[in-house]
Protein backbone atom coordinates (compact mmCIF):
# COMPACT_ATOMS: atom_id res chain seq x y z
CA UNK A 1 0.00 0.00 0.00
CA UNK A 2 2.52 2.80 -1.24
CA UNK A 3 1.58 6.29 0.66
CA UNK A 4 3.04 9.15 -1.26
CA UNK A 5 3.09 12.41 1.07
CA UNK A 6 3.65 15.41 -1.40
CA UNK A 7 4.65 18.69 1.40
CA UNK A 8 4.67 21.80 -0.10
CA UNK A 9 3.27 25.71 -0.31
CA UNK A 10 0.37 26.32 -1.48
CA UNK A 11 -1.03 25.37 -4.81
CA UNK A 12 -4.06 25.71 -6.60
CA UNK A 13 -7.23 23.21 -7.01
CA UNK A 14 -6.06 22.10 -10.60
CA UNK A 15 -2.62 22.12 -9.89
CA UNK A 16 -3.60 19.56 -7.09
CA UNK A 17 -5.60 17.32 -9.01
CA UNK A 18 -3.51 16.75 -12.01
CA UNK A 19 -0.82 16.17 -9.38
CA UNK A 20 -2.26 13.55 -7.50
CA UNK A 21 -3.12 12.11 -11.14
CA UNK A 22 0.22 11.98 -12.74
CA UNK A 23 2.44 10.72 -8.86
CA UNK A 24 -0.67 8.02 -8.43
CA UNK A 25 0.34 6.75 -12.77
CA UNK A 26 3.54 7.13 -13.09
CA UNK A 27 3.82 5.30 -9.68
CA UNK A 28 1.80 2.66 -10.53
CA UNK A 29 3.43 2.53 -13.90
CA UNK A 30 7.15 2.02 -12.24
CA UNK A 31 6.21 -0.26 -9.18
CA UNK A 32 3.24 -2.65 -11.02
CA UNK A 33 1.55 -2.12 -7.84
CA UNK A 34 -2.50 -1.91 -8.66
CA UNK A 35 -3.51 1.75 -9.19
CA UNK A 36 -6.33 1.32 -6.05
CA UNK A 37 -3.55 0.63 -3.46
CA UNK A 38 -1.87 4.10 -3.94
CA UNK A 39 -2.86 6.70 -1.34
CA UNK A 40 -1.56 10.43 -1.83
CA UNK A 41 -1.84 13.46 0.71
CA UNK A 42 -0.94 16.78 -0.59
CA UNK A 43 -0.10 19.14 2.48
CA UNK A 44 0.54 22.37 2.39
CA UNK A 45 2.54 25.01 4.54
CA UNK A 46 3.29 28.60 4.48
CA UNK A 47 5.89 29.84 2.45
CA UNK A 48 7.78 31.16 5.96
CA UNK A 49 7.61 27.95 7.61
CA UNK A 50 9.45 25.79 5.42
CA UNK A 51 13.28 26.84 4.77
CA UNK A 52 16.52 25.16 2.84
CA UNK A 53 19.68 25.84 4.12
CA UNK A 54 18.35 28.34 6.45
CA UNK A 55 16.71 30.27 4.21
CA UNK A 56 12.34 30.46 4.09
CA UNK A 57 10.73 29.36 0.91
CA UNK A 58 9.21 33.00 1.34
CA UNK A 59 13.14 34.59 1.34
CA UNK A 60 13.86 32.44 -1.69
CA UNK A 61 10.80 33.83 -3.74
CA UNK A 62 11.77 37.65 -2.82
CA UNK A 63 15.49 36.97 -3.56
CA UNK A 64 13.89 35.50 -7.37
CA UNK A 65 11.81 38.24 -8.31
CA UNK B 1 7.82 6.87 23.50
CA UNK B 2 5.04 5.91 20.77
CA UNK B 3 4.09 8.84 18.39
CA UNK B 4 0.56 8.12 17.22
CA UNK B 5 0.10 10.16 13.60
CA UNK B 6 -3.54 10.48 12.57
CA UNK B 7 -4.50 11.92 9.16
CA UNK B 8 -7.35 12.31 8.21
CA UNK B 9 -10.26 14.82 6.83
CA UNK B 10 -11.69 17.85 9.45
CA UNK B 11 -13.42 15.99 12.02
CA UNK B 12 -15.23 17.64 15.19
CA UNK B 13 -13.93 18.38 18.57
CA UNK B 14 -15.86 15.58 20.26
CA UNK B 15 -14.62 13.05 17.79
CA UNK B 16 -11.38 14.06 17.77
CA UNK B 17 -11.05 13.97 22.24
CA UNK B 18 -12.76 10.41 22.00
CA UNK B 19 -10.16 9.27 19.25
CA UNK B 20 -7.18 10.55 21.65
CA UNK B 21 -8.57 8.06 24.37
CA UNK B 22 -9.22 5.55 22.41
CA UNK B 23 -6.25 5.11 20.38
CA UNK B 24 -3.94 5.86 23.44
CA UNK B 25 -5.68 3.03 25.38
CA UNK B 26 -5.60 0.70 23.08
CA UNK B 27 -2.26 1.59 22.59
CA UNK B 28 -1.30 0.83 26.21
CA UNK B 29 -3.46 -2.35 26.44
CA UNK B 30 -1.61 -4.09 23.05
CA UNK B 31 1.81 -2.96 23.92
CA UNK B 32 2.28 -2.82 27.71
CA UNK B 33 4.11 0.69 27.58
CA UNK B 34 2.80 3.12 30.00
CA UNK B 35 0.13 5.87 29.21
CA UNK B 36 2.37 9.17 29.89
CA UNK B 37 4.61 7.53 27.11
CA UNK B 38 2.01 8.09 24.23
CA UNK B 39 1.91 11.22 21.98
CA UNK B 40 -1.08 11.49 19.75
CA UNK B 41 -1.33 14.07 16.75
CA UNK B 42 -4.26 14.48 14.40
CA UNK B 43 -3.70 16.46 11.51
CA UNK B 44 -6.48 17.04 9.67
CA UNK B 45 -6.32 18.52 5.70
CA UNK B 46 -8.89 19.21 2.94
CA UNK B 47 -10.73 16.09 1.35
CA UNK B 48 -9.62 17.45 -2.04
CA UNK B 49 -5.68 17.34 -0.87
CA UNK B 50 -5.92 12.98 0.01
CA UNK B 51 -6.74 10.63 -2.68
CA UNK B 52 -7.07 6.92 -2.76
CA UNK B 53 -6.37 4.73 -6.43
CA UNK B 54 -6.53 8.47 -8.20
CA UNK B 55 -9.91 9.80 -6.59
CA UNK B 56 -9.75 12.21 -4.26
CA UNK B 57 -11.81 11.97 -0.92
CA UNK B 58 -13.97 14.71 -2.32
CA UNK B 59 -14.77 12.54 -5.33
CA UNK B 60 -15.23 9.71 -3.45
CA UNK B 61 -17.55 10.84 -1.11
CA UNK B 62 -19.73 12.51 -3.76
CA UNK B 63 -19.93 9.17 -5.57
CA UNK B 64 -21.38 7.94 -2.25
CA UNK B 65 -24.47 10.45 -1.66
CA UNK C 1 -8.98 7.80 3.81
CA UNK C 2 -7.24 8.02 7.27
CA UNK C 3 -3.69 7.26 7.80
CA UNK C 4 -2.37 6.15 11.00
CA UNK C 5 1.18 6.24 11.58
CA UNK C 6 2.34 4.25 14.40
CA UNK C 7 6.11 5.15 15.49
CA UNK C 8 8.05 2.76 18.02
CA UNK C 9 10.78 0.72 19.13
CA UNK C 10 10.84 -2.70 18.48
CA UNK C 11 7.44 -4.77 18.79
CA UNK C 12 7.00 -8.52 18.45
CA UNK C 13 5.01 -9.84 15.29
CA UNK C 14 1.86 -10.72 17.62
CA UNK C 15 1.87 -7.27 18.89
CA UNK C 16 2.14 -5.70 15.53
CA UNK C 17 -0.92 -8.17 14.32
CA UNK C 18 -3.08 -6.70 17.24
CA UNK C 19 -2.41 -3.42 17.28
CA UNK C 20 -2.76 -3.44 13.42
CA UNK C 21 -6.55 -4.60 14.36
CA UNK C 22 -7.58 -2.73 17.17
CA UNK C 23 -6.16 0.78 16.19
CA UNK C 24 -8.49 -0.25 12.79
CA UNK C 25 -11.09 -1.27 15.18
CA UNK C 26 -11.26 1.79 17.22
CA UNK C 27 -10.76 4.06 14.64
CA UNK C 28 -13.55 3.09 12.61
CA UNK C 29 -15.81 3.04 15.54
CA UNK C 30 -15.28 6.53 16.77
CA UNK C 31 -14.91 8.07 12.88
CA UNK C 32 -17.55 5.98 11.43
CA UNK C 33 -15.13 5.60 8.77
CA UNK C 34 -15.86 2.39 6.94
CA UNK C 35 -12.76 -0.02 7.90
CA UNK C 36 -11.45 -0.64 4.22
CA UNK C 37 -10.75 2.86 4.57
CA UNK C 38 -8.12 2.88 6.96
CA UNK C 39 -4.02 2.20 6.26
CA UNK C 40 -2.27 2.24 9.17
CA UNK C 41 1.61 1.82 9.04
CA UNK C 42 4.15 0.14 12.12
CA UNK C 43 7.57 2.55 11.97
CA UNK C 44 10.00 0.52 14.52
CA UNK C 45 12.87 2.61 15.48
CA UNK C 46 16.16 2.01 17.40
CA UNK C 47 15.89 2.50 21.09
CA UNK C 48 18.87 5.53 20.52
CA UNK C 49 17.34 6.98 17.98
CA UNK C 50 13.97 7.98 20.01
CA UNK C 51 14.35 10.76 23.00
CA UNK C 52 12.34 12.41 25.11
CA UNK C 53 13.23 15.85 27.23
CA UNK C 54 16.84 14.74 25.41
CA UNK C 55 17.39 11.62 27.42
CA UNK C 56 16.68 9.08 24.52
CA UNK C 57 14.30 5.26 24.82
CA UNK C 58 17.68 3.37 25.35
CA UNK C 59 18.46 5.49 28.78
CA UNK C 60 14.88 5.33 29.96
CA UNK C 61 14.86 1.76 29.90
CA UNK C 62 17.97 1.54 31.74
CA UNK C 63 16.73 3.87 34.49
CA UNK C 64 13.62 2.00 35.15
CA UNK C 65 15.65 -1.91 35.88
CA UNK D 1 10.33 23.04 -1.26
CA UNK D 2 8.53 20.19 -2.05
CA UNK D 3 9.24 17.41 -0.29
CA UNK D 4 8.03 14.02 -1.51
CA UNK D 5 7.75 11.08 0.96
CA UNK D 6 7.21 7.59 -0.94
CA UNK D 7 6.65 4.85 2.14
CA UNK D 8 6.51 1.40 0.66
CA UNK D 9 7.31 -2.09 0.98
CA UNK D 10 11.02 -3.10 -0.14
CA UNK D 11 11.85 -1.82 -4.28
CA UNK D 12 14.43 -3.02 -5.75
CA UNK D 13 17.28 -0.39 -6.69
CA UNK D 14 16.19 0.03 -10.11
CA UNK D 15 12.31 0.75 -9.40
CA UNK D 16 13.94 3.15 -6.70
CA UNK D 17 16.04 5.00 -9.27
CA UNK D 18 13.49 5.06 -11.65
CA UNK D 19 10.85 6.15 -9.22
CA UNK D 20 13.26 8.51 -7.71
CA UNK D 21 13.09 10.15 -11.44
CA UNK D 22 9.53 10.12 -12.60
CA UNK D 23 8.39 11.83 -9.38
CA UNK D 24 10.32 14.36 -9.53
CA UNK D 25 9.90 14.41 -13.18
CA UNK D 26 6.35 14.76 -12.93
CA UNK D 27 6.45 17.38 -10.08
CA UNK D 28 8.43 19.74 -11.62
CA UNK D 29 6.28 19.27 -14.89
CA UNK D 30 2.76 20.31 -13.07
CA UNK D 31 4.13 22.60 -10.38
CA UNK D 32 6.39 24.44 -12.34
CA UNK D 33 8.82 24.84 -9.41
CA UNK D 34 12.83 24.08 -10.68
CA UNK D 35 14.12 20.59 -10.40
CA UNK D 36 16.76 21.37 -8.04
CA UNK D 37 14.01 22.38 -5.06
CA UNK D 38 12.35 18.71 -5.03
CA UNK D 39 13.34 16.46 -2.37
CA UNK D 40 12.73 12.70 -3.09
CA UNK D 41 12.93 10.09 0.23
CA UNK D 42 11.31 6.31 -0.24
CA UNK D 43 10.42 4.89 2.90
CA UNK D 44 10.75 0.89 2.87
CA UNK D 45 8.83 -0.99 5.31
CA UNK D 46 8.21 -4.74 6.18
CA UNK D 47 4.45 -5.87 4.54
CA UNK D 48 3.49 -7.01 8.15
CA UNK D 49 3.99 -3.48 9.07
CA UNK D 50 1.86 -1.81 6.93
CA UNK D 51 -2.48 -2.67 7.00
CA UNK D 52 -5.07 -1.60 4.97
CA UNK D 53 -8.51 -2.24 5.99
CA UNK D 54 -6.65 -4.80 9.38
CA UNK D 55 -5.48 -6.71 6.64
CA UNK D 56 -1.29 -6.04 6.36
CA UNK D 57 0.33 -6.18 3.10
CA UNK D 58 2.02 -9.82 3.94
CA UNK D 59 -1.83 -11.39 4.30
CA UNK D 60 -3.37 -9.41 1.16
CA UNK D 61 -0.52 -10.81 -1.18
CA UNK D 62 -0.94 -14.40 0.27
CA UNK D 63 -4.69 -13.63 -0.71
CA UNK D 64 -3.70 -12.94 -4.14
CA UNK D 65 -1.39 -16.00 -5.16
CA UNK E 1 19.91 15.83 2.73
CA UNK E 2 18.95 15.92 6.21
CA UNK E 3 14.83 16.90 6.41
CA UNK E 4 14.14 18.38 9.85
CA UNK E 5 10.15 18.17 10.72
CA UNK E 6 9.27 20.28 13.67
CA UNK E 7 5.77 19.45 14.72
CA UNK E 8 4.23 22.11 17.57
CA UNK E 9 1.54 24.18 18.78
CA UNK E 10 1.09 27.67 17.07
CA UNK E 11 4.02 29.98 17.06
CA UNK E 12 5.07 33.46 16.26
CA UNK E 13 6.72 34.33 12.81
CA UNK E 14 9.92 35.58 14.69
CA UNK E 15 10.31 32.13 16.92
CA UNK E 16 9.53 30.78 13.75
CA UNK E 17 12.28 32.47 12.39
CA UNK E 18 14.97 32.06 14.90
CA UNK E 19 14.00 28.34 15.30
CA UNK E 20 14.83 27.60 11.63
CA UNK E 21 17.99 29.35 11.99
CA UNK E 22 19.10 27.42 15.29
CA UNK E 23 17.81 24.25 14.11
CA UNK E 24 19.32 24.66 10.96
CA UNK E 25 23.25 26.18 12.77
CA UNK E 26 23.41 23.15 15.10
CA UNK E 27 22.77 20.25 12.86
CA UNK E 28 25.65 21.67 10.79
CA UNK E 29 27.90 21.79 13.54
CA UNK E 30 26.97 18.40 14.90
CA UNK E 31 26.61 16.43 11.47
CA UNK E 32 29.36 18.33 9.37
CA UNK E 33 27.02 17.97 6.38
CA UNK E 34 27.08 21.31 4.58
CA UNK E 35 23.92 23.82 5.42
CA UNK E 36 22.80 23.91 1.95
CA UNK E 37 21.72 20.62 2.19
CA UNK E 38 19.56 21.00 5.66
CA UNK E 39 15.43 21.27 4.91
CA UNK E 40 13.31 22.37 7.62
CA UNK E 41 9.75 22.64 7.89
CA UNK E 42 7.44 23.83 10.49
CA UNK E 43 4.21 22.37 11.21
CA UNK E 44 1.41 23.37 13.60
CA UNK E 45 -1.54 22.08 14.69
CA UNK E 46 -4.33 23.12 17.03
CA UNK E 47 -3.76 22.71 21.05
CA UNK E 48 -6.71 20.19 20.97
CA UNK E 49 -5.23 18.09 18.38
CA UNK E 50 -2.32 17.11 20.16
CA UNK E 51 -1.90 15.25 23.07
CA UNK E 52 0.61 13.13 25.42
CA UNK E 53 -0.81 10.53 28.25
CA UNK E 54 -4.44 10.85 26.75
CA UNK E 55 -4.63 14.55 27.75
CA UNK E 56 -4.88 17.37 25.24
CA UNK E 57 -2.28 20.48 24.88
CA UNK E 58 -4.93 22.81 25.55
CA UNK E 59 -5.58 20.57 28.62
CA UNK E 60 -2.31 20.71 30.11
CA UNK E 61 -1.79 24.50 29.40
CA UNK E 62 -4.91 25.21 31.23
CA UNK E 63 -3.87 22.92 33.93
CA UNK E 64 -0.75 24.60 34.24
CA UNK E 65 -2.29 28.18 34.43
CA UNK F 1 4.21 18.80 22.62
CA UNK F 2 6.68 19.77 20.06
CA UNK F 3 7.77 16.52 17.74
CA UNK F 4 11.26 16.78 16.27
CA UNK F 5 11.38 14.19 13.25
CA UNK F 6 15.32 13.79 11.78
CA UNK F 7 15.81 12.06 8.52
CA UNK F 8 19.09 11.66 7.16
CA UNK F 9 21.99 8.87 6.17
CA UNK F 10 23.67 6.82 8.59
CA UNK F 11 25.29 8.36 12.07
CA UNK F 12 27.50 7.20 14.45
CA UNK F 13 25.90 6.41 17.86
CA UNK F 14 28.06 9.82 19.34
CA UNK F 15 26.58 12.49 16.84
CA UNK F 16 23.25 10.86 17.06
CA UNK F 17 23.49 11.62 20.99
CA UNK F 18 24.69 15.49 20.37
CA UNK F 19 22.28 15.88 17.85
CA UNK F 20 19.24 14.69 20.16
CA UNK F 21 20.52 16.82 22.90
CA UNK F 22 21.79 20.22 20.73
CA UNK F 23 18.40 19.88 19.11
CA UNK F 24 16.17 19.56 22.20
CA UNK F 25 18.34 22.32 24.16
CA UNK F 26 18.18 25.02 21.05
CA UNK F 27 14.20 24.47 20.62
CA UNK F 28 13.67 24.65 24.65
CA UNK F 29 15.58 28.24 24.17
CA UNK F 30 13.74 29.42 21.33
CA UNK F 31 10.56 28.29 22.15
CA UNK F 32 10.28 28.68 25.55
CA UNK F 33 8.54 25.24 26.28
CA UNK F 34 9.70 23.08 29.17
CA UNK F 35 12.81 20.23 28.11
CA UNK F 36 10.07 17.62 29.18
CA UNK F 37 7.57 18.31 26.61
CA UNK F 38 10.32 17.61 23.49
CA UNK F 39 9.89 14.59 21.41
CA UNK F 40 12.93 13.67 19.47
CA UNK F 41 13.80 10.90 16.54
CA UNK F 42 16.63 9.98 14.18
CA UNK F 43 15.17 8.37 11.19
CA UNK F 44 17.82 7.31 8.96
CA UNK F 45 17.57 6.01 5.23
CA UNK F 46 20.29 4.49 2.73
CA UNK F 47 22.27 7.15 0.88
CA UNK F 48 20.20 5.74 -2.21
CA UNK F 49 16.71 5.95 -1.28
CA UNK F 50 16.91 9.82 -0.67
CA UNK F 51 17.40 12.44 -3.64
CA UNK F 52 17.46 16.02 -4.16
CA UNK F 53 16.77 17.77 -7.91
CA UNK F 54 16.35 14.01 -9.12
CA UNK F 55 20.21 13.08 -7.92
CA UNK F 56 19.98 10.68 -5.05
CA UNK F 57 22.39 11.45 -2.17
CA UNK F 58 24.79 8.89 -3.10
CA UNK F 59 24.94 9.74 -6.43
CA UNK F 60 25.47 13.69 -4.60
CA UNK F 61 28.47 11.71 -2.38
CA UNK F 62 30.25 10.27 -5.60
CA UNK F 63 30.72 13.64 -7.01
CA UNK F 64 32.01 15.35 -4.38
CA UNK F 65 34.65 12.89 -3.91
Redesign the interface.
Known sequence: ????????GS?N?D?????????????V???G?P???????????PD???????R??AEIKVSQQ
Not at 48 to 54: E, I, P
Open positions: MPYISFETLAVKRELIQKLTEVSEVTIKEFFMVSIKEFHNVAVGGTV
